[in-house]
Each structure stands twice: as C-alpha cells, then as structure tokens.
C-alpha cells in the first residue's frame, strides 16, 4: 500500500451521519442498520468474497501487518462482524486470547462464534466500548465507520482504550478520484455486485439491503474528515494509504 493523508483528499471535518436524510432519529438508524447486519450475516462471508473477488483476506492481513500488528499484543477488533478481520489478527498475535471482537449484531456475533474459538466476542458499539482504559495494544475496525454516526464518540472510545502509543487502524472503502475509476466503480457497485449478490443470496432480494450497501458506499466518510476526526480525538500522525483508489487503510498512534 502507498499513499499518504494529503493524496487521500480533503473532506472536511464535519460529522458525517450516513443515511441521517432517512432515519432522522439515531436509534432508528442504529435499530435499521442492526436488523440489516443480523439479516445478512449467514451470506456476509459469501458476499465479501464475491465483492472483494476472494482478495478480502490477504488484503486484511498485509493491512494489520503493515500497521504494525505483531505476536503477542493485545487487539481489539471493533465491528468484528463474522470475523474476517479478527481470523487475521489472530494468524498474527499467535493466541485468540489475546484479540476480542466487538459488534452490536447478535447475528454477525453468532457467526463469529463459529469461526473463532477462543475469541472473547462482545456485543457492544464503537461509541461505547466495554473495556477499561489501556487495556490494548491495537485496535481495528474493518469497513463500518460508514454506520457509525458520530465519529468523534467512537474514536475518544479508541483513544481511551488503547495504551499510549497503541496504533489505530481503520479499513474503508473510498470514492475513487479519477474519472475512469470512478465509472468503473459505479458499474462495480451498482450493477455487477448487485446481480452478483441477488444470485448469492436470494432470500434477500428486498433491494433494500443493496439500497443499503449503495448508499453507504456514496456516502462513505471523506479521508479529510477520519483524519481530522482522529487529530481532535487527540490520535498523533494519522495517515491513510490508498490501494487501487479505492481500498483505504487508516492509521494513528495513541
Ligand atoms: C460491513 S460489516 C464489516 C465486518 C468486518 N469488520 C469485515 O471486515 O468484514 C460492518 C459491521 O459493523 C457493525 N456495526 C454497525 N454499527 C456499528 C457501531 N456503531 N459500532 C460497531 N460496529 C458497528 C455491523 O453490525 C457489521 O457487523
């Protein structure tokens, strides 16, 4: 990965509620986003397969690497989901004690049960983490700060439970820069993977779950606004390296 905060682009620094035009009302977002999660998690796995053309976990091992993950250190990975990115974290510390998983969806949560024995899985949110102060290395959070509505509660959490100089890393996808990028994203994520997905699970053709995913992604958070939000939050040399224009990891120290 190569990249650095200024090529990211700028965004502001202003809250970035996802979806507020809506679900005027924060619990009504969160109950609609938990819902959708608890719905998709027996396909999650299949879906991120197809959508990252089977790249998905070797691109979340290289990222926690690269952050700085090493054997030993204690991770927290926050919006563990099935646990695409805590099977990483746990082929890196050497030892599921040492990586906890935390997700607000009872179906994701039940998901990753089954594939992380030996992993403690909270049910809990990014804005309210239920562990005490310094009591981790590392922390990630792969592909969710789309549905987190105010970014400045989730990253003092951050900051508060990691030890001084413990690393940040956070997984999203971004809006391409150039035109041609961006035309082939957009037939990528409004068509291809739609009808990819439609095939995959058909039980979930409410469209309102791809509805969903299109939005979010058009509405993903700007680089500008994760790294200022890091910078307020008191996080020091936050980066952001860029892989294929799209494909961003997020890091900053404690
Ligand atoms: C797209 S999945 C990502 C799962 C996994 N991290 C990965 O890399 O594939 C997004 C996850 O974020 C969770 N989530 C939604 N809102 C959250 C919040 N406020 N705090 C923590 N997790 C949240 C969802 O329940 C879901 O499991």
Same mark, same amino acid.
């Given at each position: 990965m190569t990249g650095s905060a200024s090529e990211a682009g700028q965004g502001g620094t202003a809250p970035h509620p996802v979806l507020a035009h809506r679900y005027a009302r924060a619990e009504e977002r969160e109950g609609f986003v938990r819902a959708l999660f608890d719905a998709t998690a027996p396909h999650y796995d299949r879906i991120d397969r197809i959508f990252s053309l089977g790249t998905g976990p070797g691109y979340r091992r290289r990222a926690l690497r690269e952050a700085g993950l090493r054997p030993g250190m204690r991770v927290l990975d926050v #919006?563990?989901?099935?646990?695409l990115v805590a099977r990483q974290a746990v082929t890196i510390t050497g030892?599921? #004690?040492l990586v906890t998983g935390l997700d607000p969806s009872e179906g994701m949560l039940a998901e990753a049960r089954k594939s992380l024995p030996g992993v403690t899985l909270i049910q809990g949110r990014a804005e309210r983490i239920p562990l005490p102060d310094a009591s981790v290395d590392f922390l990630s959070m792969g592909y969710a700060l789309r549905h987190v509505a105010d970014l400045g509660a989730a990253f003092a959490e951050y900051r508060r439970v990691l030890r001084p100089g413990g690393t940040v890393l956070l997984l999203e996808i971004g809006r391409p820069e150039s035109r041609l990028a961006h035309l082939i994203e957009r037939f990528y994520m409004g068509a291809a993977i739609p009808a990819l997905c439609w095939i995959a699970a058909p !039980?979930? !053709?409410?469209g309102e779950l791809m509805k969903y995913y299109w939005e979010t992604i058009e509405a993903c958070v700007p680089a500008g606004t994760i790294l200022g939000a890091l910078s307020d939050a008191g996080f020091t040399a936050p980066s952001c390296a860029t892989e294929l224009e799209v494909f961003r990891a997020y890091t900053a120290r404690a």
């Open positions: #919006a563990v989901g099935t646990g030892d599921p #004690a !039980r979930h !053709r409410s």
